[in-house]
């Protein structure tokens, strides 16, 4: 039988992750994740691997709850909170531009932290980045889909592309708001980039 650990491991990696979030991976040594956590330089080694191992794993963590959280707010269904795809993917867009805005401080998301710190340097760090836009583009695509089977959307819109466009928009804002731009200008531009998606029942699609 193996040894029970000592330590909650879901509020160890919480605890790695705020500090890599806040001092990146560059600015965080061992000795920072030991006087964090709590735990000794063996413990850390033993359960987590290497300092690039455990931050490759709250990374990795990290994106699989964001996409999670995406799909579910903007997904249709019998538990979904609106009822219109449109109206879910404003909401999204939305909420995440207020967020971005009410940080204090501002650090953005830690997608887009790590993609910029270590992206370049770290081949598997890349690949989870790359995975983890693929997927929030493929869940801003789905409720596009969605939006053009409910007649929201004009159906010559490639889902795919539209969803790439939008999470770029998501992006840009996370950047502005670091850059401390206004809240107002964040959401405005949040709303904009909706307007634009081409409607249904738009003038030039009559005819």
Known sequence: MGRKRGFDEATVL???????WTAGFVGTSTYDLMEATGLGKG?????FGNKDALYARVFSDYCQDLVTQARQQLQGGPQAVLPSPMARLEHYLVSLADAFAAESPRRG????????????????VAQTARRAFGDLAGALAAAICDAQ???????????TALGYLLLSVIRGIDSMAKAG?????LLRTARSALVLIPRADSPHMQG
Not at 14 to 20: G, K
Not at 109 to 124: H, N, P
């Open 181 to 185: 731009v206004g809240e107002e200008t």
């Open 109 to 124: 998301c830690f997608l887009s932290k790590v993609t910029a710190d270590r992206a370049g340097e770290d081949e598997k």
């Open 14 to 20: 919480d605890v790695v992750r705020e500090q890599f």
């Open 149 to 159: 089977d409910a007649g929201e959307v004009a159906d010559h819109v490639d889902p």
């Open 43 to 47: 413990s850390i080694y033993q359960a």
